[in-house]
């Protein structure tokens, strides 16, 4: 994201390349503060609500350390994402600001857990938390900063993108989601707004196909809703509606769990959304059971789409979370294996004038379009403007996806499943979803993020990019480079995450607080001592303890009696990361 919004020292918005000019380096924290609520007053008074305390805190807490630049994503429920630039690592960062005040408790304990995971996610694609401060009025998750912004705003300016370009895409957040899922974390959002994008820094006359830097990155962000899975299973339901998958929308009904297969709904979701440039589904009609649930693709749009992608998206829509493929098995599939020709040619599938955002609807099986239902649509409950729904395209219904209900006498359960979408709608917004605004509350139209519509026409994301498709040729490399590195260190780090239930295992939490003691902005060598010294005490408390490191981990592996079982027996091993610079 370029720096159009940011406070140059006149107080005007700035549209520089921030990276290399921080003309609000001359200002004290104070000021631009100061300046930023005016501004953000002036904004939120036109939007109709918003609170600048978040930021006046903000400002006080951290001003020795970062200096704010504009935000992100302006405050439209109890947080706010807002650029920074942290002057002691001489590097932006994203500081998503959680105002405490309006939290329950319950809400508070996400925003540890969210913590929790975060910091001990370590990934390519997912977003690195460099650092979390608790004030009494605010949390503040410091995070990498995504600076071109995520795939919503992507689409939504450019519309559909090339079958090379997303599989670049897919690729990513499939390796994201295999690392989240081989440690049992489901993130239960996936949907565009929460794919943070990064396009490369140069992109002239380079062959790099084999050097990963200069992909397009995209990671996963936003774990507000994720949990650590310990048995694999989750109850509670939760997600955005239109990404839900059928067993967690019946959860309560005919369900009483689901697991990481729902990730991989929701991703389908969203490569079909890229693919096409709108969503698969409206979200009036909650299907009566899972065996209802038929997924259909309008054939004048999804005929444009290669097969290969075609079968990339089918397999994630797949009704049946069983045999849904995960996200190991979407690695192997045909897409990835295609080579830089097929690829390249792949023009007719780029973005396309004749779809629309927009070109969605439901209906119910004998091909009436359920009038109406766009009142029962959530979208995202992040409040975003969502695709709206193109009244031309509405009468057009074969020309649409919809998910349908087999039995066609369904008018009936058209209205039922709306008041039960309601029921479940109310349900979820109560239990996960109550620190958010209503959609009434919402701007219908959000401000586009800062500096996006020329930097992606730059970037030629209207076009196939020749570059990407190049690149593309790799793809099979990339996965294969990240599978690996994975596999080795999955156990470990699921069993990391263990700390999350320490109640339910106390006699672990001795030796799990050696982790907790190599406070990340601490150098090797004093990690190493705490280490060392740390391992002594435990080794008293448990038994044996083994210890390795490199430059990113510190292993420990521990053999305990563990006092309660007559057996020796070797409990886990733990991998702390170590902070990167
Ligand atoms: N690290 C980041 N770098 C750049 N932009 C970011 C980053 N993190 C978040 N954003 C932007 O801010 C938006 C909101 O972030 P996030 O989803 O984490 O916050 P949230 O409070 O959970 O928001 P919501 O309530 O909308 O889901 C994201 O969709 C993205 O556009």
Same mark, same amino acid.
């Given at each position: 994201?370029?720096?159009?919004?940011?406070?140059?020292?006149?107080?005007?918005?700035?549209?520089?390349?921030?990276?290399?000019?921080?003309?609000?380096?001359?200002?004290?924290?104070?000021?631009?503060?100061?300046?930023?609520?005016?501004?953000?007053?002036?904004?939120?008074?036109?939007?109709?609500?918003?609170?600048?305390?978040?930021?006046?805190?903000?400002?006080?807490?951290?001003?020795?350390?970062?200096?704010?630049?504009?935000?992100? @994503?302006?405050?439209?429920?109890?947080?706010?994402?807002?650029?920074?630039?942290?002057?002691?690592?001489?590097?932006?960062?994203?500081?998503?600001?959680?105002?405490?005040?309006?939290?329950?408790?319950?809400?508070?304990?996400?925003?540890? #857990?969210?913590?929790?995971?975060?910091?001990?996610?370590?990934?390519?694609?997912?977003?690195?938390?460099?650092?979390?401060?608790?004030?009494?009025?605010?949390?503040?998750?410091?995070?990498?900063?995504?600076?071109?912004?995520?795939?919503?705003?992507?689409?939504?300016?450019?519309?559909?993108?090339?079958?090379?370009?997303?599989?670049?895409?897919?690729?990513?957040?499939?390796?994201?989601?295999?690392?989240?899922?081989?440690?049992?974390?489901?993130?239960?959002?996936?949907? &565009?707004?929460?794919?943070?994008? #990064?396009?490369?820094?140069?992109?002239?006359?380079?062959?790099?196909?084999?050097?990963?830097?200069?992909?397009?990155?995209?990671?996963?962000?936003?774990?507000?809703?994720?949990?650590?899975?310990?048995?694999?299973?989750?109850?509670?339901?939760?997600?955005?509606?239109?990404?839900?998958?059928?067993?967690?929308?019946?959860?309560?009904?005919?369900?009483?769990?689901?697991?990481?297969?729902?990730?991989?709904?929701?991703?389908?979701?969203?490569?079909?959304?890229?693919?096409?440039?709108? &969503?698969?589904?409206?979200?009036?009609?909650?299907?009566?059971?899972?065996?209802?649930?038929?997924?259909?693709?309008?054939?004048?749009?999804?005929?444009?789409?290669?097969?290969?992608?075609?079968?990339?998206?089918?397999?994630?829509?797949?009704?049946?979370?069983?045999?849904?493929?995960?996200?190991?098995?979407?690695?192997?599939?045909?897409?990835?294996?295609?080579?830089?020709?097929?690829?390249?040619?792949?023009?007719?599938?780029?973005?396309?004038?004749?779809?629309?955002?927009?070109?969605?609807?439901?209906?119910?099986?004998?091909?009436?379009?359920?009038?109406?239902?766009?009142?029962?649509?959530?979208?995202?409950?992040?409040?975003?403007?969502?695709?709206?729904?193109?009244?031309?395209?509405?009468?057009?219904?074969?020309?649409?996806?919809?998910?349908?209900?087999?039995?066609?006498?369904?008018?009936?359960?058209?209205?039922?499943?709306?008041?039960?979408?309601?029921?479940?709608?109310?349900?979820?917004?109560?239990?996960?979803?109550?620190?958010?605004?209503?959609?009434?509350?919402?701007?219908?139209?959000?401000?586009?993020?800062?500096?996006?519509?020329?930097?992606?026409?730059?970037?030629?994301?209207?076009?196939?990019? &020749?570059?990407?498709?190049? #690149?593309?040729?790799?793809?099979?490399?990339?996965?294969?480079?990240?599978?690996?590195?994975?596999?080795?260190?999955?156990?470990?780090?699921?069993?990391?995450?263990?700390?999350?239930?320490?109640? #339910?295992?106390?006699?672990?939490?001795?030796?799990?607080?050696?982790?907790?003691?190599? @406070?990340?902005?601490?150098?090797?060598?004093?990690?190493?001592?705490?280490?060392?010294?740390?391992?002594?005490?435990?080794?008293?408390?448990?038994?044996?303890?083994?210890?390795?490191?490199?430059?990113?981990?510190?292993?420990?592996?521990?053999?305990?009696?563990?006092?309660?079982?007559?057996?020796?027996?070797?409990?886990?091993?733990?991998?702390?990361?170590?902070?990167?610079?």
């Amino acid at each position: 994201m370029s720096q159009s919004g940011a406070i140059s020292s006149s107080g005007s918005t700035d549209s520089s390349d921030s990276s290399s000019n921080f003309p609000n380096l001359n200002l004290t924290v104070a000021e631009l503060a100061a300046r930023e609520v005016a501004r953000l007053s002036k904004q939120r008074t036109q939007k109709g609500g918003g609170s600048t305390a978040i930021f006046l805190q903000l400002s006080d807490m951290l001003k020795h350390r970062y200096k704010l630049i504009s935000p992100i @994503r302006p405050s439209m429920s109890n947080s706010e994402v807002i650029l920074a630039y942290d002057q002691i690592l001489d590097t932006q960062v994203a500081l998503k600001v959680i105002n405490k005040a309006s939290l329950t408790d319950a809400e508070k304990w996400r925003v540890l #857990r969210e913590t929790g995971l975060l910091k001990k996610l370590s990934h390519p694609n997912i977003i690195k938390l460099q650092d979390f401060h608790e004030t009494e009025t605010c949390y503040v998750f410091v995070l990498e900063y995504m600076k071109d912004g995520d795939l919503f705003d992507l689409v939504k300016e450019t519309g559909a993108l090339t079958s090379a370009q997303v599989r670049i895409i897919a690729a990513q957040v499939a390796l994201g989601l295999r690392y989240l899922h081989a440690r049992r974390v489901i993130h239960r959002d996936i949907k &565009p707004e929460n794919i943070g994008i #990064r396009f490369p820094t140069s992109m002239e006359g380079d062959d790099t196909s084999d050097n990963y830097e200069h992909w397009t990155e995209v990671k996963l962000i936003d774990f507000g809703l994720s949990t650590y899975a310990k048995s694999g299973r989750a109850t509670t339901p939760c997600g955005t509606l239109g990404y839900m998958a059928p067993e967690i929308l019946f959860i309560g009904l005919h369900e009483c769990e689901y697991t990481s297969a729902v990730d991989m709904w929701a991703f389908g979701c969203l490569l079909y959304i890229l693919l096409t440039g709108a &969503p698969p589904f409206e979200l009036g009609i909650v299907p009566q059971s899972k065996l209802d649930v038929v997924v259909s693709y309008p054939p004048s749009i999804w005929s444009k789409v290669p097969a290969n992608a075609q079968q990339a998206v089918e397999s994630c829509l797949n009704p049946n979370p069983e045999t849904r493929i995960t996200a190991a098995k979407f690695l192997d599939l045909a897409w990835f294996q295609e080579d830089d020709e097929a690829e390249g040619e792949d023009e007719s599938t780029g973005p396309r004038d004749d779809v629309t955002v927009g070109d969605i609807e439901c209906e119910s099986n004998d091909g009436d379009t359920s009038e109406g239902t766009s009142d029962n649509c959530t979208g995202s409950c992040s409040g975003r403007s969502y695709f709206s729904v193109d009244s031309r395209a509405q009468s057009d219904a074969a020309e649409k996806s919809s998910v349908q209900i087999k039995d066609s006498a369904q008018k009936a359960a058209v209205g039922i499943a709306n008041k039960r979408m309601d029921t479940a709608e109310s349900r979820m917004k109560s239990h996960m979803f109550h620190n958010r605004p209503s959609d009434e509350d919402l701007p219908s139209e959000v401000d586009p993020p800062i500096g996006h519509s020329s930097k992606h026409k730059a970037k030629g994301l209207h076009q196939p990019v &020749p570059v990407e498709a190049r #690149r593309a040729k790799s793809i099979a490399d990339l996965i294969a480079k990240y599978k690996d590195e994975q596999e080795d260190d999955a156990a470990a780090t699921e069993f990391d995450l263990e700390s999350l239930t320490l109640d #339910r295992e106390p006699h672990l939490e001795g030796w799990l607080r050696l982790s907790d003691l190599l @406070r990340p902005s601490a150098s090797k060598d004093k990690q190493d001592k705490e280490l060392e010294l740390q391992t002594e005490r435990k080794q008293e408390m448990f038994g044996s303890i083994e210890g390795d490191s490199d430059d990113r981990h510190v292993i420990v592996r521990v053999t305990t009696d563990d006092r309660s079982s007559a057996e020796p027996a070797e409990v886990a091993v733990n991998v702390v990361n170590r902070p990167l610079f």
